[in-house]
């Protein structure tokens, strides 16, 4: 079915009389543009570790050459991938409403590739490496020696990707704002995402219970929905755009 039949003209209009739209993103809205989601992300080589394996500081410490090794894999999928249309529409609404707060789960910076400013990265950012021990940015770092993880060159210690691992806390600033967002929002919009990991997942119910409108927007959405909550089962490459022509199209910003 064509997504511009997927979209309640209900949801339309709240979109239109939007104030403060929030927005919270997760691994589906980038697997359009060729980045495994994270679940999928343990696909071939990577199928037999679990995502505590992988993306845990335990994980680390039992294997860092493995995990450093996974985040190489993965920051070069990143490296070779492009903003999709759902990247992309979401860079357009700030355009459209007086207040969009971009919230992500997503570590790879494409919505900020697409032209988003202000992306609330929860989880961190995968093309970022820090010290493990000072927890600095580290951006230039040697691997002729063939030690991986490399060393810090100002402390010896191993890197890191600049990611939220499992059992790690969020960066306080991020969740505040992401808190703050979902409370004051008028239509919070969550897309690409399973809702499986907390403390992100409890943003749209925390939306809702401040009394915005909600829409998920994901591939295997099951919840049965009525105003003020909206499901929409559509891929967000094309669901997006075709929101904003059904909000917009008469109208340019
Ligand atoms: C925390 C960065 C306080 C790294 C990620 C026991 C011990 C310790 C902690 C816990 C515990 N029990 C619970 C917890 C809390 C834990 C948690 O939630 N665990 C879950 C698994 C139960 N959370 C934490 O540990 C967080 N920290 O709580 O600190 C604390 C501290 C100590 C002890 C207790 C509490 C930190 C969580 C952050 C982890 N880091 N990422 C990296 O990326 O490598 S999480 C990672 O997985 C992603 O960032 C993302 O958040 C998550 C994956 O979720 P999604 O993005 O939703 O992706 P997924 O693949 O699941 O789903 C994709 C969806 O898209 C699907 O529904 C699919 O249908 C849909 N889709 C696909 N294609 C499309 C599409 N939709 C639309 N269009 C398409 N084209």
Redesign the pocket.
């Known amino acids: 079915m064509s997504a511009d039949l997927l979209i309640d003209p209900g949801l339309v209009a709240a979109l239109r009389r939007a104030r403060h739209v929030a927005v919270l993103t997760?691994?589906?809205?980038s697997?359009?543009s060729g980045i495994p989601?994270?679940?999928?992300a343990q696909t071939g080589l990577w199928a037999s570790f679990s995502?505590e394996d992988?993306?845990s500081p335990a994980g680390f410490r039992r294997n860092p050459r493995r995990v450093w090794e996974w985040?190489a894999w993965?920051r070069e999928l990143v490296a070779q991938a492009a903003p999709n249309p759902?990247h992309l529409a979401l860079a357009e609404l700030a355009r459209y409403v007086p207040q969009l707060t971009l919230i992500t789960?997503?570590?790879d910076g494409l919505h900020q590739r697409a032209g988003s400013e202000a992306v609330i990265e929860l989880?961190?950012n995968?093309g970022r490496v820090v010290c493990a021990e000072e927890g600095g940015v580290v951006e230039q770092w040697d691997e002729s020696g063939g030690e991986l993880p490399p060393r810090c060159p100002r402390c010896g210690a191993h890197l890191r990707?600049d990611?939220?691992?499992?059992?790690?806390?969020?960066p306080e600033a991020a969740m505040a704002a992401a808190w703050a967002a979902a409370r004051s929002c008028d239509l919070f919009l969550s897309?690409?995402?399973?809702?499986?990991?907390?403390?992100?997942?409890s943003l749209p119910r925390a939306a809702m219970q401040a009394g915005a409108t909600v829409a998920v927007?994901?591939?295997?959405v099951t919840t049965a929905a009525r105003p003020p909550l909206y499901t929409l089962n559509?891929?967000?490459?094309e669901l997006l755009p075709a929101l904003l022509r059904a909000a917009w199209d008469d109208t340019p910003p």
């Open positions: 997760g691994a589906g809205v697997a359009e989601t994270f679940r999928d995502p992988l993306a985040y993965r759902g789960q997503n570590v989880h961190g995968i990707p990611v939220v691992w499992f059992g790690e806390l969020l897309i690409g995402t399973s809702g499986l990991v907390e403390p992100a997942a927007i994901n591939l295997d559509a891929r967000s490459g």
